[in-house]
């Protein structure tokens, strides 16, 4: 049973940075992609970006290209997004997501295992 835990939300201003973790247990991932997600009020859950777990590919969607950077530790079974300059459109639940492939797709449904989700605000 995979099992994802979400970490190091809050509310920062705009411009500001903030690092989320997720902490994934319950088997091991060298054969998963994992995924950020996030979602928004009245707006569907979108891809933010995700990480393939054993090579350390990574694929962005482009809202956050050059903002927001992916990575793991593969020791500490934890995956990362580093978010800087970030906006107040960034607002949003955050969620990690694992899919047992390496191939690092970009629609929920192809996401099986699923954290709880966090909160960032980020205020003008």
């Known amino acids: 049973q995979v099992q994802l835990v979400e970490s190091g939300g809050g509310l920062v201003q705009a411009g500001d940075s903030l690092r989320l973790s997720c902490a994934a247990s319950g088997r091991t991932f060298s054969r998963y992609a994992m995924g950020w997600f996030r979602q928004s009020p009245g707006k569907e859950r979108e891809f933010v970006g995700g990480i393939s777990w054993s090579g350390g590919w990574t694929s962005y969607a482009d809202f956050v290209k050059g903002r927001f950077t992916i990575s793991r530790d593969v020791a500490k079974k934890t995956m990362y997004l580093q978010m800087d300059s970030l906006k107040p459109e960034d607002t949003a639940v955050y969620y990690c997501?694992?899919?047992?492939?390496?191939?690092?797709?970009?629609?929920?449904?192809?996401?099986?295992?699923w954290g709880q989700g966090i909160q960032v605000t980020v205020s003008s």
């Open positions: 997501a694992a899919r047992p492939s390496i191939v690092i797709l970009t629609t929920n449904s192809d996401y099986a295992n």
